[in-house]
């Protein structure tokens, strides 16, 4: 048998230290987008140098959750495709898949406008606009949306009404809640209320008895 290397258990001990910091600087910046680097020391229950240690300062370790945002906003992007369903279905169950990323990062919206600018949000999001786009040129060549919009305006269209609710939703947004958002984004795309609101619970309740759900 193999014996672990001597600095394995530091390694993972590490790794568990920073995925810990990380987890608790989302919530405290959720709470208070100016906590310090020494607060969330505290609250992450490690000592100062140990979180200087991973992150030499503020801006470091917002690049971090930046990066974790869009892995994890790239990865519910790629969930969403190569299922063989109407466009109008697709959109839905793109934004199903995005929303509980969105709503979780959500407080990185205004802090990286603030420290990065418009441009950088944008980058972040764009593994869902170039998805949304997709679908949206799919479905305007199929007569699902209309063609009132080019497919990328009408995905950058959705992407603002996306960053809004997200910034106006209340915490822990339950399924049912986040159903009534894709209705709003459904309808935006063009999607009749009713065939909205039919197609938004079909595919959340799909996506809930799919394996692993």
Not at 49 to 74: I, K, N
Request: overall charge negative.
């Amino acid at each position: 048998m193999t014996k672990p290397a001597a600095g394995a258990p530091q390694r993972r001990n590490a790794q568990s230290n920073r995925a810990r910091i990380l987890e608790t600087a989302r919530q405290e910046l959720g709470r208070n987008p100016n906590v310090t680097m020494e607060e969330l020391a505290r609250a992450a229950g490690v000592v100062r140098r140990t979180v200087f240690g991973h992150f030499p300062g503020r801006e470091a370790l917002l690049e971090a959750l930046v990066d974790d945002a869009s892995h994890a906003l790239r990865a519910a992007a790629g969930d969403a495709e190569g299922w063989d369903e109407p466009a109008e279905r697709a959109l839905a169950r793109l934004f199903l898949a995005m929303w509980p990323v969105g709503d979780r990062y959500r407080m990185l919206l205004a802090l990286t406008r603030r420290h990065w600018g418009v441009e950088r949000v944008a980058v972040i999001l764009a593994p869902v606009r170039a998805a949304a786009t997709e679908i949206l040129i799919r479905g305007q060549r199929e007569g699902v949306f209309p063609s009132h919009l080019p497919p990328a305006a009408l995905s950058d269209g959705l992407e603002a009404l996306a960053i809004a609710l997200l910034e106006n939703a209340n915490d822990e947004v339950p399924d049912d809640d986040a159903v009534s958002l894709v209705i709003a984004t459904l309808i935006a795309a063009g999607v009749p209320e009713k065939r909205a609101r039919d197609v938004a619970v079909d595919v959340l309740s799909t996506i809930n008895a799919e394996p692993g759900s």
